[in-house]
T-cell receptor, first 117, second 114 residues
């Protein structure tokens, strides 16, 4: 089955700095890669996702890049703010050619991001 | 649009007791998932439903866990009997499918088994 490795496990940055979290996956058939933010005691919230037909996607201060050959993808947060502090999870899934999803998300272990004011 | 609803939010039981969790997905979402999130780890899929049929239950400990989604809408996850290692947050998620892949999570049920 799919295996997703995520690094680093903890990341501490100063407000305004950039943060980068990296994930690798094992199943070359995976083609959908979402990122979730989870604040303490809260539900995981989808913040950005990318599909394998795209190499990069950006949404304001966050961006995700995908390298299918190397089977890794990364989350980039620029101009970090204290409210970005949370646990971030990457995940991988397979989507059928017809557009419906196998659905099963395999998650990484999570990265605790702390942004110091 | 209303989000995924779950209840109860917290549950404390003793080992060998039984417990049930309820989930109501976002309206119109055909696919429903139950994940187990142990403290400090990412969520792990237990079971996936497409309407009222099971798509994947390969990681569900079937000797003690069961789940159903009888009318293709809300779902119940049951543990009987519970073990100490079942202490975790049980997250329900749903997705629209049909070309939309995003999964939306409920607030979860935090289970403590003593």
């Amino acid at each position: 089955g799919e295996n997703v490795e995520q690094h680093p496990s903890t990341l501490s940055v100063q407000e305004g700095d950039s943060a980068v979290i990296k994930c690798t996956y094992s199943d070359s058939a995976s083609n959908y890669f979402p990122w979730y933010k989870q604040e303490l005691g809260k539900r995981p919230q989808l913040i950005i996702d990318i599909r394998s037909n795209v190499g990069e996607k950006k949404d304001q201060r966050i961006a995700v890049t995908l390298n299918k050959t190397a089977k890794h993808f990364s989350l980039h947060i620029t101009e970090t703010q204290p409210e970005d502090s949370a646990v971030y999870f990457c995940a991988a899934s397979k989507v059928r050619a017809g557009g419906t999803s196998y659905g099963k998300l395999t998650f990484g272990q999570g990265t605790i991001l702390t942004v110091h004011p | 649009e209303a989000g995924v609803a779950q209840s109860p939010r917290y549950k404390i039981i003793e080992k060998r007791q039984s417990v049930a969790f309820w989930c109501n997905p976002i309206s119109g979402h055909a696919t429903l998932y139950w994940y187990q999130q142990i403290l400090g780890q990412g969520p792990k899929l237990l079971i996936q439903f497409q309407n009222n049929g099971v798509v994947d239950d390969s990681q569900l400990p079937k000797d003690r866990f069961s789940a159903e989604r009888l009318k293709g809408v809300d779902s119940t996850l049951k543990i009987q009997p519970a073990k100490l290692e079942d202490s975790a947050v049980y997250l329900c998620a749903s997705s629209f499918d049909r070309g939309r892949y995003e999964q939306y999570f409920g607030p979860g049920t935090r289970l403590t088994v003593t």
